[in-house]
C-alpha cells in the first residue's frame, strides 16, 4: 500500500500542472500577436538597422555580401555634399513650413474659437480635411494646379498680374516655395485643431474675470490664451519638428525623382530612400538614418529647454 | 483543457504556424515568372504556346509595376526569400543586377547562353554581362533611338526633316523656326538633347560614365557639348521644361505643342495607344540627329541563383527571347521591338505603319539597331546619371559653369563609387 501510494498522489498532481500550465501559458499567447509582430516589424527593424549602418551592403549581393566598415558609413555620409545639401533643404522646409504653420493656425484657431459658434465644426473640418486625404491624391491635384502651360496658377497669375508661365515643379527657383506651401497648407488643419482643442479647456471666467478689470481682447489673448496655450504650442512645435524633419511624400511625388530639379527639394529622407534604393548602398543610407533620428533627438530636445525656460518663474 | 487547445490552436493559426506544408507541394511543377507591365502582356501572350510546350509546368505570372517589381526583386535577391523561377529587369537596373552575383551566370553550363549571343542585336549581349565575362540575363527587346516628329508642324515652318537631323547646330536652328512660325516647342525638356549627345562617338566596350578601369569621364568633350548644347536649346526658349512621362509632357505631345521627341522606336506605340491616339498620320520617324546611333531601355528575363524549377526557367526564357514567333506576337501586343535578329527579319517588319502616316519605319529602326554601339555598363551608371542630371539643371538654372559643374560631378561619382 505504501508503494502504491506516491503513483496514485503524483498522477492527479502531474496532470494538475501540466492543466496549470497551460492555463498560464494562455494568456502569454494572446498576447503573443502583438508582441511577435512588434518583435518583427518594429525592434527587429530597428536593431537591424543599426547594425546595417556598420556595414557596407548591396542588397541585391545576398546577406553574405555585408561587409563590417564600422563607423566609415557615417562618415562617408558626413562627407558626401548632397547629404549636406538634403540637411539644408530639411531645415528650409522645417522653418519655411513650419513657423508659418503657428503663426497662423495659432491666431485662426482663436478666431473660430471665438467668432464662430453655429457652423464651427464645418469650418474646422474644412481646414482639417487636407490633413486627411492622401498625399498622393494631393500631390496630384497639385501637379495638375501648379503645370506651366495649363494649370489654373498660371493662367490666373496671367490673367489678373500679366505673369509669364512660371514653370514651378520645374525649375529649381520655385520648386521649394511651392512644395513649402502645399505642405503649409495641408498641415495647417491639424495644427489648428491642436490649438482649438486646448482653447476649449480654458476656464470662461478667467475671460469674464479679466473683462470686469477692463481687459480688452487683445489683451485677454496676450495675457491668457497665449501663457495657457503654453503646453500645447510645446506639444504641437515637437510634432512639426519632427514630421518636417521627416518630410518624404510631397517633394517625392510632386517633383520627379529622376529630373535633376529634383536636388532643389531633396530632404534628408528622400537622400536616404534614394542611397537605397537607386544606389543600392543600404549600409549608408541607414547610416543616415541615424543621423537623422539624432538631429531630429537634438532639436526636439532645444525645443523642450526653449519651451521650459520661457515658462519662466511664474509658471506655477 | 480542451479549450485551451482550441485556443493555443486557433492561436498558431493566426501566427501562421500551421500553414507551410500545403505550399510545398505545387511548388515543384508551377513556374513563377516576375515581371511588371507592359512586359507582361508579352508573357501572357506566350502562355498558350508554354502550355503546349510543358502541359506538366503551370505558368504563374505575378506582375508588379514597374517600380514596385524592382524593389521587390533587390528585397527577394537580398534575403533568398519569395524569388522567382524568372525574373524580368529593365535596363536601367540590368547594371546593377548583373553586378549583384543573385543571378545564374548563363554564360556557364548547363545554359552556354553566349552561344546564342551572334542570334542577338549586337548591344544587347553586353548591356547584361558583368566585368567577369558572366551573363546575367537575356535580352527580350530593345530600344533603338529615334526622332520622332510632327510632319505638320515642321511644315508648317518651313523645315525640313534634313533640317533635324543634319548636325544640332541645325537641329536647333530648325527649333527656333518652329518656334517663331508655329508657338511649338522643339522639344520636351532641354535633357533630352544631353542625354544623346554623351553617348555621341562611342565604339564597342566604350563606357557612357566610366572606362574600363573605372576612371570617371564626365569632364570628357561630349559631356562639355552635351551641356553647351542643351543650355543653348534652354536660353533659346525651345523646351517646354517637361521632363518625360509627366502630365505636362504628355499633354504637350497630345496637343501638339512639343514638334519632337527622341525616344526608343517603342514610343510609338505609346504614342498610338493613349498619349495622343488622335494623332493618326502626322508623326514621322528619323534618325537621331548629328548622326548618333543610340539605344532606349529594353528588357531583359534572369534566372535567381536560387531559383526552385532552374531548368524550366531557362526553357521559358528561350521561348520569349530566342523563338521567332513568340517575339513576333510580343512585337504585336507591345509594340516592343525584338532583340532577336531572325525576328527582325520577318516581313513584319516592311508593313507600313499607319500612325506613322504610313511609313515602313521597323525598317529604319533596325538599321538602327544594328549601328548601336556595344556599350559597357558600369553599376554605378544609373548613379552616375542622377549626378549629371543635378548639375545640368544647375548649369540651367543657376548659370553654373559648365566645366566647374562637370568638375563637380566627376567629384560627387567618385565619392559614391569609392568602394
Same mark, same amino acid.
Given at each position: 500500500?505504501?508503494?502504491?501510494?506516491?503513483?496514485?498522489?503524483?498522477?492527479?498532481?502531474?496532470?494538475?500542472?501540466?492543466?496549470?500550465?497551460?492555463?498560464?501559458?494562455?494568456?502569454?499567447?494572446?498576447?503573443?500577436?502583438?508582441?511577435?509582430?512588434? /518583435?518583427?516589424?518594429?525592434?527587429?527593424?530597428?536593431?537591424?538597422?543599426?547594425?546595417?549602418?556598420?556595414?557596407?551592403?548591396?542588397?541585391?549581393?545576398?546577406?553574405?555580401?555585408?561587409?563590417?566598415?564600422?563607423?566609415?558609413?557615417?562618415?562617408?555620409?558626413?562627407?558626401?555634399?548632397?547629404?549636406?545639401?538634403?540637411?539644408?533643404?530639411?531645415?528650409?522646409?522645417?522653418?519655411?513650413?513650419?513657423?508659418?504653420?503657428?503663426?497662423?493656425?495659432?491666431?485662426?484657431?482663436?478666431?473660430?474659437?471665438?467668432?464662430?459658434?453655429?457652423?464651427?465644426?464645418?469650418?474646422?473640418?474644412?481646414?482639417?480635411?487636407?490633413?486627411?486625404?492622401?498625399?498622393?491624391?494631393?500631390?496630384?491635384?497639385?501637379?495638375? /494646379?501648379?503645370?506651366?502651360?495649363?494649370?489654373?496658377?498660371?493662367?490666373?497669375?496671367?490673367?489678373?498680374?500679366?505673369?509669364?508661365?512660371?514653370?514651378?515643379?520645374?525649375?529649381?527657383?520655385?520648386?521649394?516655395?511651392?512644395?513649402?506651401?502645399?505642405?503649409?497648407?495641408?498641415?495647417?488643419?491639424?495644427?489648428?485643431?491642436?490649438?482649438?482643442?486646448?482653447?476649449?479647456?480654458?476656464?470662461?471666467?478667467?475671460?469674464?474675470?479679466?473683462?470686469?478689470?477692463?481687459?480688452?481682447?487683445?489683451?485677454?489673448?496676450?495675457?491668457?490664451?497665449?501663457?495657457?496655450?503654453?503646453?500645447?504650442?510645446?506639444?504641437?512645435?515637437?510634432?512639426?519638428?519632427?514630421?518636417?524633419?521627416?518630410?518624404?511624400?510631397?517633394?517625392?511625388?510632386?517633383?520627379?525623382?529622376?529630373?535633376?530639379?529634383?536636388?532643389?527639394?531633396?530632404?534628408?529622407?528622400?537622400?536616404?530612400?534614394?542611397?537605397?534604393?537607386?544606389?543600392?548602398?543600404?549600409?549608408?543610407?541607414?547610416?543616415?538614418?541615424?543621423?537623422?533620428?539624432?538631429?531630429?533627438?537634438?532639436?526636439?530636445?532645444?525645443?523642450?529647454?526653449?519651451?521650459?525656460?520661457?515658462?519662466?518663474?511664474?509658471?506655477? | 483543457?480542451?479549450?485551451?487547445?482550441?485556443?493555443?490552436?486557433?492561436?498558431?493559426?493566426?501566427?501562421?504556424?500551421?500553414?507551410?506544408?500545403?505550399?510545398?507541394?505545387?511548388?515543384?511543377?508551377?513556374?513563377?515568372?516576375?515581371?511588371?507591365?507592359?512586359?507582361?502582356?508579352?508573357?501572357?501572350?506566350?502562355?498558350?504556346?508554354?502550355?503546349?510546350?510543358?502541359?506538366?509546368?503551370t505558368l504563374k505570372v505575378v506582375s508588379l509595376q514597374y517600380p514596385d517589381h524592382h524593389t521587390a526583386m533587390t528585397a527577394a /535577391?537580398?534575403?533568398?526569400?519569395?524569388?522567382?523561377?524568372?525574373?524580368?529587369?529593365?535596363?536601367?537596373?540590368?547594371?546593377?543586377?548583373?553586378?549583384?552575383?543573385?543571378?545564374?551566370?548563363?554564360?556557364?553550363?548547363?545554359?552556354?547562353?553566349?552561344?546564342?549571343?551572334?542570334?542577338?542585336?549586337?548591344?544587347?549581349?553586353?548591356?547584361?554581362?558583368?566585368?567577369?565575362?558572366?551573363?546575367?540575363?537575356?535580352?527580350?527587346?530593345?530600344?533603338?533611338?529615334?526622332?520622332?516628329?510632327?510632319?505638320?508642324?515642321?511644315?508648317?515652318?518651313?523645315?525640313?526633316?534634313?533640317?533635324?537631323?543634319?548636325?544640332?547646330?541645325?537641329?536647333?536652328?530648325?527649333?527656333?523656326?518652329?518656334?517663331?512660325?508655329?508657338?511649338?516647342?522643339?522639344?520636351?525638356?532641354?535633357?533630352?538633347?544631353?542625354?544623346?549627345?554623351?553617348?555621341?562617338?562611342?565604339?564597342?566596350?566604350?563606357?557612357?560614365?566610366?572606362?574600363?578601369?573605372?576612371k570617371v569621364l564626365v569632364e570628357s568633350p561630349r559631356f562639355v557639348r552635351a551641356f553647351e548644347l542643351g543650355r543653348a536649346a534652354?536660353?533659346?526658349?525651345?523646351?517646354?521644361?517637361?521632363?518625360?512621362?509627366?502630365?505636362?509632357?504628355?499633354?504637350?505631345?497630345?496637343?501638339?505643342?512639343?514638334?519632337?521627341?527622341?525616344?526608343?522606336?517603342?514610343?510609338?506605340?505609346?504614342?498610338?495607344?493613349?498619349?495622343?491616339?488622335?494623332?493618326?498620320?502626322?508623326?514621322?520617324?528619323?534618325?537621331?540627329?548629328?548622326?548618333?546611333?543610340?539605344?532606349?531601355?529594353?528588357?531583359?528575363?534572369?534566372?535567381?541563383?536560387?531559383?526552385?524549377?532552374?531548368?524550366?526557367?531557362?526553357?521559358?526564357?528561350?521561348?520569349?527571347?530566342?523563338?521567332?514567333?513568340?517575339?513576333?506576337?510580343?512585337?504585336?501586343?507591345?509594340?516592343?521591338?525584338?532583340?532577336?535578329?531572325?525576328?527582325?527579319?520577318?516581313?513584319?517588319?516592311?508593313?507600313?505603319?499607319?500612325?506613322?502616316?504610313?511609313?515602313?519605319?521597323?525598317?529604319?529602326?533596325?538599321?538602327?539597331?544594328?549601328?548601336?554601339?556595344?556599350?559597357?555598363?558600369?553599376?554605378?551608371?544609373?548613379?552616375?546619371?542622377?549626378?549629371?542630371?543635378?548639375?545640368?539643371?544647375?548649369?540651367?538654372?543657376?548659370?553654373?559653369?559648365?566645366?566647374?559643374?562637370?568638375?563637380?560631378?566627376?567629384?560627387?561619382?567618385?565619392?559614391?563609387?569609392?568602394?
Amino acid at each position: 500500500m505504501r508503494a502504491a501510494d506516491p503513483i496514485d498522489v503524483a498522477r492527479p498532481v502531474r496532470r494538475r500542472t501540466r492543466h496549470q500550465r497551460a492555463r498560464e501559458l494562455a494568456p502569454y499567447l494572446f498576447i503573443a500577436p502583438f508582441f511577435v509582430l512588434f /518583435l518583427v516589424f518594429g525592434l527587429f527593424p530597428l536593431v537591424f538597422s543599426i547594425y546595417l549602418s556598420l556595414h557596407q551592403w548591396d542588397p541585391t549581393e545576398g546577406l553574405a555580401a555585408m561587409r563590417w566598415v564600422g563607423f566609415e558609413n557615417y562618415w562617408f555620409a558626413l562627407t558626401d555634399p548632397w547629404f549636406r545639401r538634403s540637411l539644408w533643404n530639411t531645415l528650409w522646409f522645417s522653418v519655411v513650413c513650419g513657423v508659418p504653420q503657428h503663426l497662423v493656425a495659432l491666431p485662426l484657431a482663436y478666431f473660430i474659437h471665438t467668432s464662430f459658434r453655429r457652423g464651427r465644426d464645418a469650418v474646422v473640418g474644412a481646414y482639417f480635411v487636407p490633413y486627411i486625404t492622401s498625399s498622393v491624391a494631393i500631390a496630384l491635384i497639385f501637379t495638375t /494646379l501648379f503645370s506651366k502651360d495649363y494649370g489654373v496658377i498660371n493662367s490666373a497669375l496671367h490673367a489678373l498680374l500679366g505673369i509669364d508661365p512660371i514653370n514651378w515643379l520645374g525649375d529649381a527657383h520655385t520648386t521649394k516655395p511651392a512644395v513649402a506651401f502645399i505642405v503649409f497648407w495641408r498641415f495647417l488643419g491639424w495644427n489648428v485643431v491642436l490649438y482649438l482643442s486646448a482653447l476649449q479647456v480654458i476656464d470662461k471666467e478667467l475671460y469674464e474675470a479679466a473683462a470686469l478689470d477692463g481687459c480688452g481682447r487683445w489683451r485677454q489673448f496676450w495675457h491668457i490664451t497665449l501663457p495657457l496655450l503654453r503646453p500645447m504650442m510645446f506639444f504641437a512645435v515637437t510634432l512639426t519638428i519632427i514630421g518636417n524633419l521627416q518630410l518624404f511624400d510631397e517633394p517625392f511625388i510632386l517633383v520627379d525623382p529622376e529630373s535633376g530639379v529634383s536636388l532643389s527639394v531633396m530632404t534628408t529622407a528622400i537622400f536616404m530612400y534614394r542611397l537605397a534604393f537607386s544606389d543600392g548602398d543600404f549600409g549608408t543610407a541607414s547610416a543616415v538614418s541615424w543621423l537623422l533620428f539624432l538631429i531630429i533627438a537634438l532639436l526636439t530636445w532645444a525645443n523642450s529647454r526653449l519651451f521650459n525656460r520661457s515658462e519662466g518663474p511664474d509658471a506655477d | 483543457m480542451r479549450r485551451t487547445s482550441i485556443a493555443l490552436v486557433v492561436m498558431a493559426a493566426t501566427l501562421g504556424w500551421i500553414a507551410p506544408g500545403a505550399q510545398a507541394q505545387t511548388a515543384s511543377t508551377t513556374l513563377v515568372v516576375a515581371t511588371f507591365p507592359d512586359l507582361d502582356r508579352a508573357a501572357k501572350a506566350a502562355s498558350a504556346t508554354w502550355a503546349k510546350l510543358h502541359p506538366d509546368i503551370t505558368l504563374k505570372v505575378v506582375s508588379l509595376q514597374y517600380p514596385d517589381h524592382h524593389t521587390a526583386m533587390t528585397a527577394a /535577391l537580398a534575403t533568398g526569400s519569395g524569388l522567382p523561377d524568372v525574373m524580368a529587369v529593365d535596363f536601367r537596373f540590368i547594371g546593377k543586377f548583373a553586378a549583384s552575383g543573385g543571378l545564374e551566370d548563363l554564360a556557364a553550363a548547363p545554359y552556354n547562353g553566349l552561344g546564342l549571343r551572334d542570334r542577338f542585336a549586337r548591344y544587347s549581349f553586353p548591356q547584361a554581362m558583368n566585368p567577369k565575362g558572366g551573363l546575367a540575363a537575356i535580352p527580350a527587346d530593345i530600344g533603338p533611338g529615334t526622332l520622332l516628329y510632327r510632319k505638320d508642324i515642321i511644315e508648317r515652318a518651313g523645315v525640313t526633316e534634313a533640317d533635324l537631323t543634319r548636325s544640332w547646330e541645325s537641329f536647333i536652328e530648325a527649333g527656333k523656326k518652329i518656334r517663331a512660325k508655329t508657338g511649338a516647342y522643339l522639344l520636351a525638356n532641354a535633357a533630352d538633347i544631353r542625354d544623346i549627345v554623351i553617348r555621341s562617338g562611342l565604339a564597342d566596350g566604350d563606357g557612357i560614365y566610366f572606362d574600363a578601369h573605372g576612371k570617371v569621364l564626365v569632364e570628357s568633350p561630349r559631356f562639355v557639348r552635351a551641356f553647351e548644347l542643351g543650355r543653348a536649346a534652354r536660353v533659346a526658349g525651345l523646351d517646354a521644361g517637361a521632363p518625360a512621362w509627366t502630365n505636362e509632357w504628355t499633354t504637350g505631345l497630345r496637343h501638339g505643342r512639343i514638334a519632337t521627341q527622341m525616344m526608343g522606336s517603342w514610343l510609338t506605340g505609346h504614342l498610338k495607344n493613349w498619349i495622343a491616339p488622335d494623332s493618326t498620320g502626322l508623326w514621322r520617324s528619323t534618325v537621331l540627329p548629328g548622326g548618333i546611333s543610340a539605344s532606349y531601355g529594353g528588357s531583359f528575363y534572369a534566372i535567381p541563383k536560387r531559383a526552385a524549377n532552374k531548368a524550366a526557367a531557362w526553357e521559358f526564357i528561350r521561348l520569349m527571347t530566342a523563338d521567332v514567333q513568340t517575339q513576333l506576337d510580343s512585337l504585336r501586343v507591345l509594340d516592343s521591338f525584338p532583340a532577336l535578329l531572325a525576328a527582325q527579319n520577318d516581313p513584319f517588319f516592311d508593313e507600313p505603319i499607319a500612325y506613322l502616316g504610313g511609313q515602313p519605319a521597323r525598317r529604319l529602326w533596325r538599321e538602327i539597331a544594328g549601328k548601336v554601339p556595344a556599350i559597357a555598363v558600369n553599376k554605378y551608371d544609373s548613379m552616375a546619371t542622377d549626378m549629371i542630371r543635378s548639375e545640368f539643371e544647375e548649369v540651367l538654372t543657376e548659370d553654373k559653369p559648365i566645366a566647374k559643374a562637370l568638375a563637380d560631378a566627376r567629384l560627387l561619382i567618385e565619392h559614391r563609387a569609392r568602394r
